[in-house]
């Protein structure tokens, strides 16, 4: 089954303790997407990935990492995350020659940190 | 600056009506439109979407209109189900390969018996 992964599904921190939410997808997509959603504020991109090395931002970077050492995997790390880092997290990927740019996504991460 | 823009953050509709979600874009570099469904605890689904050269495209009981003068589209659903209780995401992007998604902020539709 074509999908996108991520772990955990679910996971309550403390502040400034570094924490990774893996993402991986069976679909040999070039492209993945972070986003995070928020409550009024829709899905916004954190960073995303055009291939294996390359990566750039997106709209609300500030306070992650992201690395693409291999095609199907795109972890998402917060060196030392903090309250507003609060959020339901979503990874997408989408195939180099889709030609109306859909993304299909993961079921998310909702994260808390206290 | 928002770029792409729902206004109606819910709506309510009964079973066997239409539903009429609609989306604004700033943007008139946008090339196509796509919108997503989003049920609780799940990730965003794709639903449709619409090339900016056209003005309408229809799936079985979903359908999406484009107005580029308007810098507007809206989603039809007909009939209205009650399955179909979700958050509806518009999302906007430039040229195909690979462009970035623009989310709208999403409009809650609830669909009852």
């Known amino acids: 089954e074509a999908q996108v992964t991520q772990n955990p599904r679910y996971l309550i921190t403390v502040t400034g303790k570094k924490l990774t939410v893996t993402c991986s997808q069976n679909?040999?997509?070039?492209?993945m997407s972070w986003y995070r959603q928020d409550p009024g504020l829709g899905l916004r991109q954190i960073y995303y990935s055009m291939n294996v090395e390359v990566t750039d931002k997106g709209d609300v970077p500030e306070g992650y990492k992201v690395s693409r050492k291999e095609k199907r995997n795109f972890p998402l790390i917060l060196e030392s995350p903090s309250p507003n880092q609060t959020s339901l997290y979503f990874c997408?990927?989408?195939?180099?020659?889709?030609?109306?740019?859909?993304?299909?996504f993961g079921p998310g991460t909702r994260l808390t940190v206290l | 600056d928002q770029q792409v823009k729902q206004n109606s953050p819910s709506l309510s509709v009964q079973e066997g009506r239409i539903s009429i979600l609609n989306c604004d874009y700033t943007?008139?570099?946008?090339?196509?439109f796509l919108w997503y469904k989003k049920y609780p605890a799940e990730g965003p689904t794709f639903l449709i979407s619409?090339?900016?050269?056209?003005d309408k495209n229809e799936d079985g009981r979903f359908t999406v209109f484009l107005n580029k003068s308007a810098k507007h589209l809206s989603l039809h659903i007909v009939p209205s189900q009650p399955g179909d209780s979700a958050v509806y995401f518009c999302?906007?992007?430039?040229?195909?390969?690979?462009?970035?998604?623009?989310f709208g902020k999403g409009t809650m539709l609830l669909v009852s018996p």
């Open positions: 619409i090339s900016s050269i056209k």
């Open positions: 999302a906007a992007s430039g040229t195909s390969g690979y462009s970035t998604l623009t």
């Open positions: 943007n008139s570099m946008f090339d196509y």
């Open positions: 997408a990927s989408q195939a180099a020659g889709a030609f109306n740019n859909e993304q299909f």
């Open positions: 679909m040999n997509h070039e492209y």
